[in-house]
């Protein structure tokens, strides 16, 4: 059981918009930054965004993040077929004074 | 290229150890705190451990407190995990990630070394 709460599936059609969501609580999310990475099993995680709503150089601004109290969100618009991998959040917890992940969102573009 | 690169996984028996390195380069590695990330097979990813960029403090997941250790040597720009009284559960690919500054983020990446804890 994950400490942050993702839906472990989404999907969408290519030039679609999908939105992934995490809800976690007052030590983490509600504290404390949040970030978004994405991941192909077998590959280096890349961090897509951070701080809540920044964009590292190189990620196109397709995606975009978001943070209101205890919950963030993941917007992906221009669904892509190369979207298609597990999005996860994570962010630093003061009560476990250490990082937590969400479970994780396997996209599926259609 | 900034680039983390991973090494020392393998097969162990339970109840055994092994100690994990990894190595940074494209960076000023003693700038940056680092962690340890792990995914079981079929599972998310789990944060294990962290450094801060100095080596004086040290952060762990409560599911390996006490059992590993987490430690760095800034002059061969390295990370280890030294991982004792290994568990089935413990079976995972362990990634390096380097901070991204201020312990905002994990910005780099390794692919991971494969941990196999079974007799």
């Known amino acids: 059981q994950s400490v942050l709460t993702q839906p472990p599936s989404a999907s969408g059609t290519s030039g679609q918009r999908v939105a992934i969501s995490c809800s976690g609580s007052?030590?983490?999310?509600?504290?404390?930054?949040l970030n978004w990475y994405y991941h192909l099993p077998g590959t280096a995680p890349k961090l897509l965004i951070y701080n809540n709503n920044q964009r590292p150089s190189g990620v196109p601004d397709r995606f975009s993040g978001s943070k209101s109290g205890t919950s963030a969100s993941l917007a992906i618009s221009g669904l892509q077929a190369e979207d298609e991998a597990d999005y996860y959040c994570?962010?630093?917890?003061?009560?476990?004074?250490?990082?937590?992940f969400g479970g994780g969102t396997k996209l599926t573009v259609l | 290229e900034v680039q983390v690169l991973e090494s020392g996984g393998g097969l162990v028996q339970p109840g055994g150890s092994l100690r994990l390195s990894c190595v940074g380069s494209g960076f000023t590695f003693s700038g940056y705190a680092m962690s340890w990330v792990r995914q079981a097979p079929g599972k998310g990813l789990e944060w294990v451990s962290a450094i801060s960029d100095s080596g004086s403090h040290t952060y762990y997941a409560k599911s390996v407190k006490g059992r590993f250790t987490i430690s760095r040597d800034n002059s061969k720009n390295t990370q280890y995990l030294q991982m004792n009284s290994l568990r089935a559960e413990d079976t995972a690919i362990y990634l390096c990630?380097?901070?991204?500054?201020?312990?905002?983020?994990?910005?780099?990446w390794g692919q991971g070394t494969v941990v196999t804890v079974s007799s």
């Open positions: 007052s030590s983490n999310i509600g504290t404390n930054s």
């Open positions: 990630a380097k901070d991204l500054g201020g312990g905002a983020a994990f910005d780099v």
């Open positions: 994570a962010a630093w917890d003061n009560s476990l004074n250490g990082w937590v």
